[in-house]
C-alpha cells in the first residue's frame, strides 16, 4: 500500500519527460527537501549533539554525495573506472586555495567553481590513457594519476603557498556580510553553501545524462566498438566524461576543505579515501542519481553515527569501533555484490515495485 | 640548458664515475624487484587460475606477517607459528570460497574485483582488531635467514650484499620454480590451467571447482607469507606495506597479466628501474619519485603494448 500511478493522465510529452512526473514522487523530493533544509539544520539528528550533527555527519555526507555523483558519471555512466578520485579532489582543494591567493577579491563561491573548471582540466589529460585501454589496464593509469598528484602535493612547494606546516589554511571570506569560510564562518552558512552546490550539481547532472552528452557515455560504457560503429566519437565520449566528473570531484575536493575541513593536507587525499568514494558508487548503485545519495549516506553516516553511539551509549572504545566499522562496511559491500550488483537503487526500485502490488502481487 | 645536462649527461657521467654506488644501486633495485614480483606473483596466481583481479593480495601479505609475528609472541616456536600461519591461510582460502566467491560464480569480472576490495577492508578491520595497529618487527632472524653483509670489493669501493637479500632473492627464485613446476607437471596444476581457460568446460571434465579455487587462495596465501617474511624484514610490519603491494599493479602491466615469468621480469625492471630513477634523475624533481615512477612506466607499456611483455594478446570480437 504505497502509491500507484493510475489516474495520473499526461497529455504533453514535456509532461512525461519531466524530472518527477508522478505526484507522489513530488511530495517524497518535497519531504526530503524540508528534512534537508529545514527540519535537520533546526532540530539536528536525534540522539546526537547540533553542532556534531552539522561538522561530522551533515557537512560531509552532502560533499561526499558530490563526489560520488562526479565518480558515478565517470564510472556508472561512462564505464570508465578510476582509483584518482582523492587526488582530484586534491587537485580541487590546492587549485582553489592558489586562486584564492591569486585574486584575493574573488567571492569565495566562484572560486569553487573556477577550481572545479581547473579539476576538469587535469582529469582531462589523466583520462588521455582512457582512449587505449580499458578496466584494470585503465584504473593502473589512474592510480598512476593518484600517486603523482600525491608527490605534487608534497613536492612543489607553489602549490600551498611555501607554508612551513606543507598544509593549506583557509582565508577568511564573506558574501553579503555573512561569513563564508575561515574559522569564524557558521556551520550552517556552510551547511547551507553545500547543499546549495549539491542541488544545483544534481539537477545539472540528471539533465545533461538525459541529454545526448550522457547517451553517448552510456553507449561507450555498454559497447565502445559498437558505440563507434554508430556514430559516437570515443574521444569526445570518454574525455567529456573524464571532464565533467572531474569538475564534479574538484568541485567537492574544494568544499571539502574550504567549507569543511578548514585546512587540510596531504593525507586527507590518500588513496584509501578514493576506495571509500568508490565503495559509495558501488553500494549506492553504478549509474543512478538516487544511489550517490543512497551511497553517500550508508557509507558516511552510518559508520559515524554508530562510532558516536558506540562511544556515549555503550562506552566502547573508539579503536575497536573503528575496525568493527571498517568490517562492517567491507561485509555490506560484498553482501551488496552478491544479492543485487546495482546496489541500494535497485533495491529501493523492486521495493518500490513490490509495495505497489502489496498485498496481492499476483 | 642546465635542465638537459641534468638529464642526460650528468647523471651517466655519475655512474661511470662511481661505478661502485651504481652496482649497489642496481643490486637495491634488483632486491626490491624480486621481492615486488614476488608481490605480483600472488595476483597472477589467482587470475590465472580463477580470473579474479585479487585486490587483497597485499594485505593477505600485511595479514601473513602479523599472524607470524604474533604466533611468536604467543610463545610458539618460530617455524612452528609459520605452519600455523600456514593452516590459518588454508581455513581462510576456503571461507572466502565458501562465503563469497561461490556465490559470485559467473559474474562479471568487475565484480569480482569490487568483492575482493570489500575482502581486504573486512581484513584490514579484523588484522587491526585482533593484532593491533602498531608497526612490529619481523622475526627473520628466529626463523635462521642469515644477518649481516658481506662486502665486495669494486672499482676503489665495494658494493654490500645484505645476507638477508641473498637470500630473499634465492627463495624468490625457489619458490618460482616450485610454482612453475606445480602448474605444468601436477593434476592440480593442469586443473587450474584448465578452470582459468574455462570454468564450464573444466567442470563438464570433472574439475572441481570449488577445490580448485581453495587450493589457489591457499597457494596466493603462500606466497604472500613468503613476501610478507622478506619485505617484513627489509622494513617493519605495519599496514604501510599495503602501499607497497599497490606497486604490484605496474608490474602486472608490464609482464602481462597472466604470465608467471612476466610477472618476475616486471618487478625486476621496475625495482632496477625505479632505483636508478631515484638516485640519478630523482635530485632534479626533488626526491620521492619512486612513489609513482612505476606508474609511470606502466602508463608507457600501456600505450604501446598494452598485453604487456609476455601477456595473451587482448582480442575484441563484436
Redesign the interface.
Known amino acids: 500500500m504505497y502509491f500507484r500511478e493510475t489516474g495520473q493522465f499526461k497529455s504533453k510529452y514535456k509532461e512525461e519527460l519531466a524530472a518527477f512526473p508522478i505526484f507522489e514522487d513530488k511530495i517524497g523530493i518535497a519531504i526530503a527537501a524540508l528534512l534537508a533544509f529545514v527540519l535537520i539544520p533546526i532540530f539536528g539528528l536525534p540522539g546526537l549533539s547540533w553542532d556534531f550533527t552539522m561538522s561530522a555527519v551533515m557537512i560531509p555526507v552532502v560533499i561526499f554525495t558530490i563526489t560520488t555523483l562526479g565518480l558515478n558519471i565517470l564510472l556508472g555512466f561512462a564505464g570508465q573506472?578510476s582509483l584518482g578520485t582523492a587526488a582530484f579532489m586534491g587537485v580541487g582543494a590546492y587549485s582553489c586555495y592558489k586562486i584564492m591567493t591569486i585574486f584575493p577579491d574573488l567571492n569565495a563561491l566562484i572560486c569553487v567553481v573556477l577550481s572545479g573548471i581547473v579539476t576538469a582540466f587535469v582529469g582531462t589529460i589523466f583520462g588521455l590513457?582512457s582512449l587505449?585501454?580499458k578496466?584494470?589496464?585503465l584504473?593502473?593509469?589512474t592510480?598512476?594519476a593518484q600517486?603523482?598528484l600525491?608527490?605534487a602535493f608534497?613536492?612543489?612547494p607553489w602549490l600551498y603557498n611555501y607554508n612551513i606546516s606543507g598544509a593549506i589554511e583557509v582565508p577568511y571570506k564573506e558574501m553579503f556580510g555573512i561569513v563564508l569560510t575561515g574559522a569564524k564562518s557558521e556551520p550552517l552558512t556552510r551547511y547551507f553553501v553545500c547543499l546549495g552546490f549539491l542541488v544545483v550539481l544534481t539537477w545539472l547532472a540528471s539533465n545533461v545524462i538525459r541529454g545526448r552528452i550522457g547517451r553517448s557515455w552510456m553507449m561507450i560504457r555498454d559497447?565502445d566498438?559498437?558505440a563507434e560503429?554508430i556514430g559516437v566519437r570515443p574521444l569526445t565520449a570518454k574525455l567529456s566524461a573524464f571532464a565533467f566528473s572531474s569538475f564534479y570531484i574538484g568541485i567537492s575536493g574544494a568544499l571539502m576543505v574550504f567549507f569543511w575541513l578548514g585546512a587540510a593536507e596531504v593525507e586527507s587525499f590518500d588513496?584509501n579515501h578514493s576506495?571509500t568514494y568508490?565503495?559509495m558508487v558501488?553500494i549506492g548503485g553504478l549509474g543512478s542519481i538516487t544511489g550517490c545519495y543512497f551511497g553517500a549516506i550508508l557509507v558516511w553516516v552510518v559508520p559515524v553515527i554508530l562510532k558516536e553511539y558506540g562511544k556515549s551509549v555503550f562506552g566502547i572504545d573508539a579503536?575497536?569501533m573503528?575496525?568493527?566499522?571498517?568490517?562492517?562496511?567491507?561485509?555490506v559491500?560484498?553482501v551488496i555484490?552478491?544479492v543485487e550488483?546495482h546496489g541500494l537503487a535497485r533495491i529501493w526500485q523492486i521495493a518500490k515495485q513490490k509495495l505497489r502490488l502489496w498485498p496481492f502481487p499476483y | 640548458m642546465d635542465l638537459l645536462t641534468g638529464i642526460f649527461i650528468t647523471p651517466f657521467a655519475e655512474m661511470i664515475g662511481l661505478p661502485d654506488l651504481f652496482f649497489q644501486a642496481l643490486w637495491d633495485g634488483f632486491v626490491s624487484g624480486t621481492l615486488y614480483g614476488l608481490i605480483a606473483l600472488g595476483f597472477v596466481l589467482i587470475f590465472k587460475a580463477s580470473g579474479v583481479f585479487n585486490f587483497a593480495q597485499p594485505i593477505l601479505v600485511v595479514l601473513a606477517a602479523l599472524a607470524l609475528i604474533s604466533f611468536y609472541k604467543m610463545g610458539v616456536p618460530a617455524w612452528i607459528s609459520v605452519v600455523l600461519v600456514l593452516i590459518m591461510f588454508y581455513a581462510l582460502a576456503w571461507l572466502i570460497e565458501r562465503l563469497i566467491l561461490r556465490k559470485l560464480v559467473n559474474t562479471d569480472g568487475n565484480i569480482l574485483f569490487m568483492s575482493t576490495v570489500a575482502l581486504s577492508f573486512i581484513i584490514i578491520g579484523a588484522a587491526q582488531w585482533i593484532f593491533g595497529g602498531r608497526p612490529s618487527s619481523m622475526i627473520h632472524k628466529e626463523l635462521g635467514f642469515p644477518v649481516g653483509s658481506v662486502e665486495w670489493p669494486m672499482f676503489g669501493g665495494g658494493v654490500y650484499f645484505e645476507l638477508l637479500d641473498i637470500s630473499a632473492a634465492v627463495v624468490a627464485v625457489l619458490l618460482i620454480v616450485c610454482l612453475g613446476l606445480f602448474f605444468s607437471r601436477t593434476k592440480i596444476g593442469r586443473g587450474l590451467r584448465a578452470v582459468a581457460d574455462d570454468h564450464q568446460a573444466a567442470l563438464s571434465v570433472g574439475i572441481s571447482l570449488n577445490q580448485i579455487w581453495v587450493i589457489v587462495w591457499f597457494v596466493a596465501g603462500v606466497v604472500a607469507l613468503v613476501t610478507g617474511i622478506f619485505w617484513g624484514a627489509r622494513s617493519d610490519v605495519s599496514f604501510a606495506l599495503q602501499i607497497i603491494g599497490f606497486k604490484a599493479l605496474p608490474v602486472l602491466i608490464i609482464g602481462g597479466f597472466t604470465s608467471v615469468p612476466g610477472a618476475i621480469v616486471g618487478g625486476l625492471m621496475i625495482g632496477i628501474g625505479e632505483k636508478m630513477f631515484e638516485i640519478y634523475w630523482g635530485p632534479l624533481l626533488g626526491s620521492g619519485v619512486e612513489g609513482w615512477f612505476a606508474y609511470f612506466i606502466a602508463l608507457g607499456f600501456l600505450l604501446f603494448k598494452p598485453q604487456g611483455l609476455f601477456g595473451d594478446k587482448i582480442i575484441e570480437r563484436v
Not at chain 1, 573503528?322 to 561485509?331: C, K
Open positions: 573506472i590513457p587505449r585501454i578496466g584494470f589496464y584504473m593502473v593509469a592510480l598512476a600517486f603523482f600525491e608527490w608534497i613536492r612543489i559497447m566498438i559498437a560503429l588513496i576506495f568508490l565503495f558501488i579503536f575497536v573503528e575496525n568493527f566499522t571498517t568490517i562492517l562496511l567491507g561485509v559491500m560484498v555484490l552478491i550488483p
